[in-house]
């Protein structure tokens, strides 16, 4: 059976695209990926985000507002709001970003946050940890990275130190734990990151 080529889309296709879907998809080297949390192979399915997620990122971004109503230097976007990185060309939807001073645009996607925020899931925890943050890290004003997991109690913050170098600054398993961002001076308990999610683990088993 012959091959069928693979079909390369350029920036301005999928712009064009992106504004006609019913979901959101990434974009990087010429080739589109449909996002989500999903466990299936159908474009349903990849839109799917769990009740978990959801919920983590409705909390973070209450907390965001709440915090951004006295501090007005920096604000929050949601996951709506698109990403790109122009020395690479990714574009993607981080769960929440927060800019700090004015937020800049090109193409209606936002291009200097300081902080990132990705909810895992199991289709996206290995992508977002790996070669998803090698490419956030072309970002020159992006200084903090929090990944929350969606499946169990875990919280990871890596942060751009003064050498220009990143580090695991806070690696947590517990509700009464809190996490410091210090790009946007707050400081949160994963009590409250992980309200309404009763049941999560604080340790996820498996055998593959």
Known sequence: MELQPQK???PQEYLALEEKATYKSE???GQIFPMGDFEGDTLEAMARAKPAHN???ENMSGEFYGHFKK???CRSYSSDQRVLMPSNGL???P???VVCG???FENDSLLNPVLIVEVLSKSTAHYDRSEKFELYRDIPSFTEYLLIDSRRIYVELHRKNQEGLWVLESELRSLSD????QSIGLSLSLEEMYANTEGLPKVMFSIR
Do not use: N, P, W
Request: positive net charge; glycine residues 4%.
């Open 8 to 10: 390369y889309y350029t």
């Open 55 to 57: 919920a983590i990122r």
């Open 27 to 29: 974009y990087f080297g």
């Open 178 to 181: 809190a996490v410091e961002l």
């Open 91 to 93: 574009y993607t939807y």
């Open 95 to 97: 769960d929440l970003v």
């Open 102 to 104: 004015k937020s800049e």
């Open 71 to 73: 501090k007005k230097t």
